[in-house]
């Protein structure tokens, strides 16, 4: 009886690729962008349920401004990776002409800096 031949499965098949390692980071800081998620909705039921003080306590801590740290590098990542594939995703089409790449990522990144920069603005105007 013979049996068939199978290769062996390459593990580390992203890293040969400069696109593919691309690829898979975008999709693992998921992770960390659900966490991000998460520990808004932990401030919002704080500022809601009365419980400031202690959440404060706990965001405070220096595992926890490091894990926001590496989740804010990683919601960067994604956000910006996720807004260059706009163009590939979405055709955009005015009279017949095709709107180029580049304007749709501008209009994309354009976007998200007035609205980072408004939310920032709100914060940090509060006492």
Known sequence: MTTAYRPPRDRL??????????FVLRELTSVLVAWSIVF?????????????????????????????VVALVATVFHTITFLNLAPKATVVRLGGWRVPAWMIQGGNHSAWIVVSLLIAYVILRSP
């Open 13 to 22: 098949w992203f890293a040969r690729s400069r696109h593919y390692t691309l």
């Open 40 to 68: 808004v909705l932990m401030l919002a039921d704080a500022v809601l349920g009365g419980s400031l003080r202690q959440f404060a306590a706990l965001a405070a801590q220096p595992w926890m401004i490091a894990i926001n």
